[in-house]
């Protein structure tokens, strides 16, 4: 049995990740699964010379606590056990320190709603960092 990790990087959440995990688990492929969420640091886009890094980084974790939910309301109505966790920096970093860390057997990480330049970035860094086998949903 196979332990999956889903990361949410993105206010959009892991939609497509956790529908896909919730399949593998009926199918019983995957024992457990891991949600991670990483809040990307803030500073590193134009918003960081309007707004304060205090308004920031609350309006990024309201949006990223709506991504959580959806992406648990969809394991949890699959009855996926699952444990989360909220993690602070750059992306592709903490997947791969988190993959090699919890000894996941993969990563399913929704890019449906990444644009191809970013989605390509994220794959060739993931790809350089870890081990882990990294599966793109689009």
Same mark, same amino acid.
């Given at each position: 049995?196979?332990?999956?990790?889903?990361? *949410? *990087?993105?206010?959009?959440?892991?939609? +497509?990740?956790?529908? /896909?995990?919730?399949?593998?688990?009926?199918?019983? !492929?995957? &024992?457990?699964? +891991?949600?991670?969420?990483?809040?990307?640091?803030?500073?590193?886009?134009? &918003?960081?010379? #309007? /707004? &304060?890094?205090?308004?920031?980084?609350?309006? +990024?974790?309201?949006?990223? $606590?709506?991504?959580?939910?959806?992406?648990?309301?969809?394991?949890?109505? @699959?009855?996926?056990?699952?444990?989360?966790?909220? =993690?602070?920096?750059?992306?592709?970093?903490? *997947?791969?320190? !988190?993959? +090699?860390?919890? /000894?996941?057997?993969?990563?399913?990480?929704? @890019? &449906?709603?990444?644009? =191809? #330049?970013?989605?390509?970035?994220?794959?060739? $860094?993931?790809?350089?960092?870890? /081990?882990?086998?990294?599966?793109?949903?689009?």
């Amino acid at each position: 049995m196979l332990k999956l990790l889903i990361p *949410i *990087i993105d206010r959009n959440g892991a939609l +497509e990740a956790a529908h /896909h995990g919730a399949f593998l688990f009926a199918e019983r !492929c995957v &024992s457990e699964v +891991e949600i991670v969420e990483v809040l990307d640091e803030m500073g590193r886009d134009r &918003s960081a010379a #309007f /707004h &304060s890094p205090a308004d920031l980084r609350i309006s +990024e974790k309201r949006a990223m $606590r709506d991504a959580l939910l959806q992406t648990r309301a969809i394991l949890d109505d @699959a009855g996926v056990p699952y444990t989360w966790k909220r =993690v602070f920096g750059r992306p592709e970093y903490i *997947i791969a320190a !988190c993959a +090699e860390r919890d /000894h996941a057997d993969i990563v399913v990480l929704d @890019a &449906s709603h990444l644009g =191809v #330049f970013r989605r390509w970035g994220v794959l060739s $860094r993931l790809r350089r960092l870890t /081990h882990t086998p990294v599966t793109l949903l689009q």
